[in-house]
């Protein structure tokens, strides 16, 4: 598979997600791919 098809396929498998949190919490600011993408990682935990 090539680049672009595996990145199309990841964005695919994305299409519906939602950051998840319990009833009452604060949004923990977990960046999902953050630390996957180089130069990002200072994003983690940041407020949108």
Known sequence: ????????????????????????ERPSGHQKYSGQVPGLEWSNYQPW
Request: proline content about 4%; some cysteine; aromatic content about 4%.
């Open 1 to 24: 598979m090539n680049q672009v098809s595996n990145v199309c396929a990841i964005a695919k498998g994305e299409v519906g997600y939602r950051a998840q949190r319990a009833p009452g």
